[in-house]
């Protein structure tokens, strides 16, 4: 299974070069992977709810084409790896069908002080239940 | 007494305008805010490690002319209003000595669970100290 | 007509206080903006591509409460005023049902040099058509 | 010559887990690489005066620790490629001494239209000049 999220570029988006600012595509990411949390019923709200964070500690990023306003932008999120301490997230961002970037997000799971925990065996199987099977 | 404050435009705060993006202004009257209260020797950050938030409640800006990427913003700030449970600062903002702006932001004193609450003598008595004498 | 948008708060747009940072309502008074001048057919990427700017010169906001991530925002929209060189919008902001902040955002209509100008009468008409008639 | 940047962490950069979110360091990087091109005398805003931009188009951050509203950053800055069509930055983030992150940036030299061009030579030597002699 592979999430797909949908959304407009906002204008403050923008930089002076007149197209969407590189780090914008940081926060699409993120909105594309709450989505993908949430697709099979449980979410990352849930998640920090136990006392869990995912938090990111690693980012690459290639643009390969930008992004206007106006533009109404396609993300298709998929997790490439998961185990009980960690999780990889892998993103193409497109305007319409045109791919306008790649990019990977990695993460480890902490506790509310920031120490590597497990997350439990039920978010752990949730979450290899809803990724994509060619991981497998 | 009243706090100044200089930073230089960053790119991404531009939008496909070519200036600053109006939002950007919001992020420089709390960064002058914090020089502001760190200008006696305490911080807003004391003030947080005492359980106590400074939340806004409402926000005005008048913009008069724009910024640029490159150019370095003068901000001057002062506290027009001071009490145990709230305060209100104003802000003028410069390009050189041309005015892009004007505007206020008003805050509720609050706990950590956001129920209003007064703020210590010490704090009210050392913000009182700091503003500018005119407003006594 | 009173334009609606919905969004859903992201994870980015929180601060250290676990709320949404009050910079981010303006960024959702600006889609909101957007969604209201589509409303009609015509929309604000179809206004710049005339040469036209709607810049804006002046904010106001009152929060009455606090946004957290997870959280579906709506707003409501309305023009209340419109002539040639310029608009006043006005923005309701709730959580569900839950009134969160009310707003107004002033604007001038330039030319891409921030040049005052007039707005074409067609873009005028259209303007005033999908407002409220409570306006009038 | 490695270039060294120094900014306070601002309270909007922070988020609901207490720390700075991931994608401020994205913004932290391009005002390090802004202070690195100026620190010969020549400026980013001159080389977009020329009709010239340096595109992004590749990103990757490891995150290697937190920030917090509070902490001053450290950034040391240094060009690691460098040819008349596009250049490499490289980063460490520091809070203290204490490193935070590492990572680079690749730019592609373009026109205002995004087509990819060769800059003039007197930036390529200046690029090459101002830059770590262990590169060479």
């Known amino acids: 299974m592979i999430s ?3 959304l407009d570029v906002r204008y403050v988006e923008t930089d002076a070069m007149g197209i969407v600012h590189h ?3 940081l926060h699409w990411m993120e909105v594309a992977r709450t989505d993908f949390m949430k697709d099979g019923g ?3 709200k849930d998640f920090e709810s136990k006392g869990l964070r995912l938090v990111v500690i ?3 990023v290639i643009y390969r084409g930008s992004a206007r306003y ?3 932008i396609n993300i298709e999120t998929d997790l490439t790896k998961i185990h009980a301490r960690g999780a990889t997230f892998f993103y193409r961002i497109l305007v319409s069908d045109r791919l306008i ?3 990977h997000t990695e993460h480890l799971v902490t506790n509310t ?3 590597s925990v497990s997350m439990p065996s039920e978010w752990l199987e949730y979450l290899q239940q809803i990724r994509s099977p060619q991981h497998d």
């Open 4 to 6: 797909r999220t949908t």
């Open 70 to 72: 106006g533009d109404c």
């Open 58 to 60: 690693g980012v690459d």
């Open 42 to 44: 449980k979410s990352y």
């Open 113 to 115: 002080n920031g120490k």
């Open 23 to 25: 780090s914008n595509f």
């Open 101 to 103: 970037a790649t990019g």
